[in-house]
């Protein structure tokens, strides 16, 4: 890998799209990959970050429906509900080397890649920001807008060669985030399965920010961390109860979760991708998880047509 690799991006929204800007700020060049009407708009405006940690700026970056062309890195930053459509627009033959880094929710889209790409080329990575896209009217330029004061990326390096992991590290670090390449795949994903799930089940249940949430439903909060933490410790990864509840306790009040925001905004949920990954990796593990069965129930309800999960029989 070069020093300034070439990186395709597939999904430019809160997450995409700020990655693809510090990334082109930095030098490097971006391919975006989107729907038609967005990739036109890319090309012709770019991408507007407002940022209190960067500041305010415009970034150039190149977009297409389809990726045409050899790259050394594809960030995969769709949402799961979208994933299997949006995968046809990176097809393997023609990303070939590339590393594919995986930047979603969930646990169980690694396996969903290596069956697509070079297993020995998927990189799994969790990354720690808030951001949010965007489109004013719809049809105007991409705007991000980033309020945490960081953005951190672990990039997994267990079933890939390190160099390359690590060069990607440094690329995403020189850009502006804090990143860095981690051996650990199960315990990076679990990691932040064990703070997502949690919190994205109980504000969204309850329609609440973070604050009131772990104020009014302090004891269903702690359930759910319990058997979250649980599950996590059964399929090889370390969880820490005390921590992730003085995490959520540090957290400004006004916080949502993605998933409070995408029922708000009446888009699909990554229920079956939080919750139902969740679920089913109790049921394998024979881990009794009733305050989150029943969350999840609930969700999904109030979702109308979502698909409730389901734990299988042990």
């Given at each position: 890998?070069?020093s300034?690799?070439t990186?395709?991006?597939?999904?430019?929204g809160?997450?995409?799209g700020?990655?693809?800007?510090?990334?082109?700020?930095?030098?490097?060049?971006?391919i975006?990959?989107?729907?038609e009407?967005?990739?036109?708009?890319?090309?012709?405006s770019?991408?507007e970050v407002?940022?209190?940690?960067?500041?305010?700026?415009?970034a150039?970056?190149e977009a297409?429906?389809e990726?045409?062309?050899?790259?050394?890195?594809?960030?995969?930053?769709?949402k799961?509900?979208?994933?299997?459509a949006?995968?046809?627009?990176?097809?393997?033959?023609?990303?070939?080397?590339?590393?594919?880094?995986?930047?979603?929710?969930?646990v169980e889209?690694?396996?969903?890649?290596?069956?697509r790409?070079?297993p020995?080329?998927?990189?799994?990575?969790?990354?720690?920001?808030?951001s949010?896209?965007?489109?004013?009217?719809?049809?105007?330029p991409?705007v991000?807008?980033?309020?945490?004061?960081?953005?951190?990326?672990?990039?997994?390096?267990?079933?890939v060669?390190?160099?390359?992991?690590?060069?990607?590290?440094?690329?995403?670090?020189?850009?502006?985030?804090?990143?860095?390449a981690?051996?650990?795949e199960?315990?990076?994903l679990?990691?932040?399965m064990?703070?997502?799930?949690?919190?994205?089940?109980?504000?969204?249940?309850?329609g609440?920010?973070?604050?009131e949430?772990?104020?009014?439903?302090?004891?269903?909060?702690?359930s759910?961390?319990?058997?979250t933490?649980?599950?996590?410790?059964?399929?090889?990864?370390p969880?820490?109860?005390?921590q992730?509840?003085?995490?959520?306790d540090?957290?400004?009040?006004?916080?949502?979760?993605?998933?409070?925001?995408d029922a708000?905004?009446?888009?699909?949920l990554?229920?079956?991708?939080?919750?139902?990954?969740l679920?089913?990796?109790?049921?394998?593990h024979?881990?009794?998880?009733p305050?989150?069965?029943?969350?999840?129930?609930?969700v999904?309800?109030?979702?109308?047509?979502?698909a409730v999960?389901?734990?299988?029989?042990?």
């Open positions: 890998m070069t300034k690799p990186v395709a991006v597939l999904g430019a809160g997450i995409g700020l990655l693809a800007a510090l990334l082109s700020r930095s030098g490097h060049r971006v975006c990959l989107a729907r009407a967005t990739a036109h708009t890319l090309r012709s770019g991408i407002r940022s209190r940690q960067f500041g305010g700026f415009t150039a970056v297409a429906t990726l045409c062309e050899p790259v050394d890195a594809c960030l995969i930053t769709v799961h509900t979208s994933l299997d949006a995968l046809t627009r990176v097809p393997p033959e023609v990303l070939g080397d590339a590393l594919v880094v995986p930047l979603l929710n969930g889209h690694p396996a969903i890649l290596r069956a790409y070079r020995d080329r998927v990189a799994p990575g969790v990354i720690r920001v808030e949010t896209y965007h489109r004013p009217g719809g049809t105007g991409v991000i807008e980033h309020g945490s004061p960081f953005v951190e990326i672990d990039l997994t390096a267990e079933a060669p390190r160099p390359r992991v690590e060069a990607l590290a440094a690329s995403l670090s020189d850009a502006g985030t804090t990143a860095r981690v051996e650990d199960t315990g990076a679990w990691a932040k064990a703070f997502l799930a949690p919190m994205a089940l109980l504000t969204t249940r309850y609440l920010p973070l604050g949430a772990r104020t009014r439903h302090r004891d269903e909060l702690e759910l961390v319990a058997e933490a649980a599950v996590s410790r059964a399929c090889g990864a969880a820490d109860i005390t992730t509840l003085a995490r959520y540090a957290f400004p009040p006004a916080t949502k979760s993605s998933m409070q925001r708000e905004a009446g888009r699909p990554e229920l079956d991708a939080i919750g139902g990954a679920l089913r990796a109790a049921g394998r024979g881990v009794p998880v305050v989150t069965s029943r969350l999840v129930r609930e999904g309800a109030a979702a109308g047509d979502q999960p389901e734990i299988p029989r042990a």
